[in-house]
């Protein structure tokens, strides 16, 4: 009911005060004609109504509303002017959407009208993206027959008071229906004709012009005009002109019966013309956007080549005159001019080309044409985003008026602490500020709007690695990438060594992908998620196999090439406390200069601007914890905070799903380091939500919550003090004294202990790889099978080893091959199914951290297997040892493969040679402290390192002929 006397009062109130002005007028007599109707005019003119008038001696005259209808004389429009004009919308009411089309009837001849009541058709609809609510404004654009583009507004008034299918006022909507011509192109404004396109060519009195010009017109007129209709012989219709907009170009024009030249034919009277207030599209990526223009004078002293400069526009001979051209307050758009605030043109050698220069007199481009001279319309620290944020959207913080340029509007968010993006339009003024980044924006480009967004600081240049699938199916995709440009409001970036691109596709699951193009999709990509701004700060990415995503935790992407060694690039900006501070230095033309001065003075961080040349030093570790977006152009880099690469969580008071061993990812998440667990996923990471409370996280994803978390504070995961762990019980969180998180000691890599060898890897840490190397339970000859058997177990009635003689009959009467011996659990069963769940359970505690290869040795005859479990019988019992808490007992399983001398020695060498095994060296304890490889490809990477082996894939045995 109250939406209903709403709408009866509205369309009663616009019926009285919103009439359409007339475009002729008489009264006592005398006629009158429409000048203008815009506000701007009725201001000036003090008019009570928006219609002022024009008699036939020029003279202005303002009429009052009520005397508006009986005086209007409305001739007829010509049917070949009306057009017709449509949009549709989604409008809600309460919980239900309605998409409606709405179409309505015009004439533009020097102003809008509309020639009859708009109609519109709504159905129901679910959508409510963009949707509009009742008297909220909607914007939209229309292209005329004649190649215009309005821009239009209508507010939506509708009713539903039978609770069925809204019904719009379309008479009051009608009142509300207003379109004005964009601004941004080249048309008349006023004269006879208006608005319209300039005719390309026009002749006017023995001359022909291609552009706007002022011939026949008074020196202190000061204003240019075009035909807009010429006959077939390209001559001035009568009446059929109009002056020109500040979008346009002047031509001089020449005789009509001048000999075209091949060279330097001037028909506009010079052969290069500057008019920064021209269309700048010819830049690259420069459509629909409102780019700024720069100011323009003649530098140095005037040389013979200058012509004139009517209406600021420079023409000019080819010649030694040099232009200087200077964007206010932002930088050149245009890719060629490198983000120069001033540059300094040349005409020629060729016509209507320049050469462009920058200050130090260095070449930049040596034929630039006149169109891509516009200003970036964002300021240094800001990217341009393509579209239109209303401020009905969330993140609105407020609106700044008055606002004479962009740099104003800049000051404006700066002053907010919560604001990292603004719309800003210099035709109205208007500063809008939001506290997101906006990088989506719901609506087309609306006027000259800029949405300007905070440069989330992405790095230039990115290396892409993966250990695991990616570099087996898609090792084409990975490498050095080098930021170029941008798409979809975010970087892209270019492969340094291919053709390769990154860049956000956003289109349903696919997130950052990595392919040949923007069209396609490619094989390695992140998954959809918008707030992603950067790649870098993603962490799930998959690989494409050829029928299927997989998953791989370990593609890594890092900037590269940003900061010294044992420093890392920070994303954003974090500002350096006063305390912290070891001096902020100015005058500091290079990063270099600056990374020397952080050395002299034994800083733990440094901050660089190339544009302010300021750098600045910090006695403190930075991290850009709260994730500020990035400040101008300043780049940090910061000491690692060597947190260890593998940690242990444990809890004395209970064992939880959260504990066990951690291990360092390759990649890092908030500019700090991410452990995953070994055993089952579960992760921890540095919070870069603003929750009071967060610190260290440890869940199941990067996105959740988490189980436990420890209190604000500490650069690695082992430094916070406090933990605590979530009762959804209770719903709050509760203290956890008995928490730990520890490093586990260093010796080396996975598997590599430098003090007992130097050379080659500890065998108990490397079970799983030795065990795929010699699985060969499968092969189909029987005789040759690998097999596992038990071969001495612990007597409890002695407490010593006992050697198992039905070993022996694994052997048969075989005369040659090769044994490997290792230390299990009793629990656990010596046979050949042991090789399936090694291929199945890589990482479960119950094979890679309870089982130890302890010997590897050839044999011509089954006692020889004897003779060497006697052996290790009489170590073990001598040394006892066992790994294995005091209830579990430990026994010797043996891998036994019968094979030919050659291939038996050829295994046993290469493995002696590359792993160091317990039984053969001086020190006779297994090295526990140190967890082993989870995943083969641990072992592989480590003894790439250290050792020459052929391939990196396999061990590729001495006689690899006899090999399998």
Not at 912 to 939: A, D, H, S, W
């Amino acid at each position: 009911m109250l939406k209903c006397i709403v709408f009866i009062l509205i369309f009663s109130t616009w019926q009285v005060l919103l009439d359409q002005c007339c475009k002729k007028k008489i009264l006592d007599g005398k006629e009158f004609w429409l000048s203008e109707s815009n506000g701007e005019a009725v201001s000036n003119y003090g008019c009570m109504d928006n219609c002022v008038f024009e008699d036939a001696e020029k003279r202005t005259f303002c009429f009052k509303p009520g005397s508006f209808p009986a005086q209007c004389i409305t001739p007829a429009p010509d049917s070949s002017e009306v057009e017709q004009g449509f949009t549709n919308l989604t409008v809600r009411d309460g919980n239900q959407g309605y998409l409606c089309n709405f179409n309505f009837n015009y004439v533009l001849n020097k102003t809008f009208q509309l020639e009859s009541d708009s109609s519109t058709h709504c159905t129901p609809w679910n959508n409510f993206n963009g949707s509009k609510d009742f008297l909220e404004e909607n914007r939209f654009q229309i292209r005329t027959s004649k190649g215009l583009d309005l821009e239009c507004k209508m507010i939506p008034i509708f009713s539903n008071m039978e609770g069925g299918s809204i019904k719009f006022a379309n008479k009051a909507v009608h009142k509300t229906l207003s379109c004005e011509v964009s601004p941004g192109s080249c048309l008349t404004n006023n004269g006879s004709v208006y608005p319209a396109k300039c005719e390309p060519t026009f002749r006017y009195e023995g001359r022909e012009y291609h552009a706007c010009t002022d011939q026949g017109l008074s020196e202190e007129d000061g204003r240019l005009w075009c035909a807009t209709k010429v006959d077939e012989n390209y001559n001035l219709i009568d009446g059929q002109w109009g002056y020109c907009s500040s979008k346009c170009s002047y031509c001089g024009g020449s005789p009509v019966n001048e000999t075209k030249r091949t060279n330097f034919f001037r028909p506009c009277g010079y052969d290069c013309l500057v008019n920064t207030g021209k269309s700048m599209d010819g830049s690259s990526g420069s459509r629909n956007v409102p780019l700024l223009r720069p100011s323009s004078s003649l530098y140095e002293d005037i040389k013979e080549n200058f012509i004139k400069d009517p209406l600021g526009q420079i023409q000019l001979f080819v010649g030694e005159q040099i232009v200087k051209l200077t964007c206010p307050d932002t930088k050149f758009f245009d890719a060629d001019l490198k983000g120069l605030q001033t540059v300094f043109l040349k005409c020629g050698p060729k016509q209507y080309r320049f050469k462009v220069f920058n200050e130090n007199g260095d070449l930049l481009h040596a034929e630039l044409k006149n169109d891509r001279l516009g200003c970036d319309p964002c300021p240094d620290s800001y990217n341009f985003i393509q579209g239109y944020v209303s401020t009905a959207q969330e993140g609105f913080v407020g609106t700044s008026y008055n606002t004479h340029n962009v740099a104003m509007c800049e000051e404006s968010c700066s002053g907010i602490e919560s604001c990292k993006s603004f719309t800003y339009s210099k035709k109205r003024k208007v500063c809008h500020l939001f506290s997101s980044l906006n990088t989506e924006p719901i609506y087309d480009s609306y006027e000259d709007f800029a949405v300007c967004s905070i440069d989330p600081g992405c790095c230039e240049d990115i290396d892409i690695f993966s250990t695991d699938g990616t570099s087996q199916f898609q090792s084409t995709r990975l490498g050095t990438f080098t930021r170029e440009g941008s798409y979809k409001n975010r970087a892209v970036y270019k492969q340094v060594k291919g053709s390769k691109l990154m860049f956000y596709a956003g289109y349903r699951e696919f997130g950052w992908v990595v392919s040949s193009g923007f069209n396609s999709l490619g094989g390695l990509r992140s998954l959809s998620d918008k707030e992603s701004i950067c790649p870098h700060s993603d962490l799930t990415w998959e690989y494409y196999t050829g029928s299927s995503w997989v998953d791989d935790s370990s593609v890594g992407i890092v900037c590269s090439g940003q900061c010294p060694e044992n420093f890392q690039y920070i994303v954003g900006y974090e500002e350096i406390d006063k305390a912290d501070s070891l001096g902020t230095y100015t005058k500091i033309e290079s990063f270099e200069e600056c990374e020397n001065l952080c050395t002299t003075n034994v800083c733990e961080a440094f901050i660089h601007s190339s544009s302010t040349k300021v750098c600045q030093l910090s006695k403190k570790i930075l991290s850009n914890s709260k994730q500020a977006a990035s400040k101008k152009d300043f780049k940090i880099c910061s000491k690692t905070p060597g947190c260890c690469s593998r940690l242990k969580i444990t809890n004395d008071e209970t064992t939880s799903d959260y504990t066990g061993v951690y291990k360092k990812d390759s990649k890092v998440f908030n500019n700090q380091d991410v452990y995953v667990r070994e055993s089952g996923r579960k992760f921890i990471f540095h919070d870069k939500r603003d929750i009071p409370g967060n610190g260290w996280i440890v869940g199941s994803s990067l996105t959740s919550r988490g189980d436990v978390r420890s209190t604000p504070g500490g650069l690695c995961p082992t430094q916070p003090a406090n933990w605590e762990e979530y009762d959804s019980d209770k719903n709050k969180w509760h203290d956890m004294p008995y928490l730990k998180v520890e490093c586990i000691p260093e010796t080396g890599s996975c598997g590599h202990d430098v003090k007992i060898d130097h050379s080659r890897l500890l065998a108990e840490h490397n079970f799983l790889f030795i065990m795929e190397q010699l699985d060969n339970h499968k092969d189909v000859t029987e005789q040759f099978r690998t097999k596992i058997v038990e071969t001495l177990s612990f007597d409890e009635f002695t407490g010593t080893f006992a050697f198992k003689p039905s070993v022996l009959n694994s052997a048969n009467d075989a005369t040659t091959g090769f044994v490997m011996m290792f230390l299990t659990p009793d629990t656990i069963e010596c046979e050949s199914e042991l090789f399936n769940a090694i291929k199945t359970n890589h990482c479960s505690k119950e094979i890679y951290e309870k089982m130890f290869p302890i010997l590897i040795e050839s044999f011509d005859a089954p006692d020889d297997i004897k003779s060497k479990a006697e052996m290790i019988q009489a170590k073990i019992n001598l040394l006892g040892i066992s790994p294995y808490p005091e209830k579990v007992k430990p026994k010797i399983c043996s891998l036994l493969q019968l094979s030919s001398l050659p291939v038996s020695l050829s295994r046993v060498n290469t493995l002696n040679n590359i792993f160091n095994f317990l039984i053969k060296r001086e020190v006779k304890e297994l090295q526990l402290e140190r967890y082993g490889c989870c995943m083969p490809q641990e072992t592989t990477s480590n003894f790439w390192r250290i050792a020459n082996i052929d391939t990196e894939k396999t061990v590729r045995f001495t006689q690899d002929r006899f090999f399998g």
